[in-house]
């Protein structure tokens, strides 16, 4: 986030996180220099989107949202159809969605959901191991698994 929004002075970015810890390394002050056009918010995801007007976003970036790979966790997981369908109620027109997981199962999982949903996206691609938006750019979890070999999976929605 800390580097979208130097890359893009003129645009605002809001980073979301349930969990203190993130939000505080976000605002660490020295090499991490604090963005005007940057902001953190505590806040589940889902309950955050539902928030929001709609058509009043431009991108929204789910990166490495946690797998719960264990059966009886999987309720927890967040790309579900009522998190798809608040993100395009949201999304500005021709906005898009970029999403990012190391876990192939749960990559299999966010396809049938897309699959499933009667949302008509102006274009849905995928790739692995080849960022869709912002190639230079990694996320902390995006360079800890590229470092461990891992395949990442992307997957970039446009309205
Ligand atoms: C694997 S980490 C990825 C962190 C960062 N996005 C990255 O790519 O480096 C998953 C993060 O998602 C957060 N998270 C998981 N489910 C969430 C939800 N429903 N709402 C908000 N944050 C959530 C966790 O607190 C954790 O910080």
Known sequence: MLALSKLFPNLNFLGV??????????????EKQIQPNLAFLRAESLNFVTTC???????????FPDPWPKRRHRRRRVFESRFLDELYRVLSPNGFLHVATDDH??????????????????????????RLVHPALKTLYEAKFSAMGKDIHYLEMRK
């Open 53 to 63: 007007r709609d058509e009043n976003v431009a991108a929204f970036y789910v990166q």
């Open 17 to 30: 996180d349930y969990v203190d810890r993130w939000l505080r390394k976000g605002t660490l002050p020295e």
């Open 105 to 130: 199962d749960y990559f299999t999982a966010m396809r049938a959901v897309i699959a499933a949903s009667e949302i008509s996206w102006r274009s849905v691609r995928e790739s692995v191991n080849q």
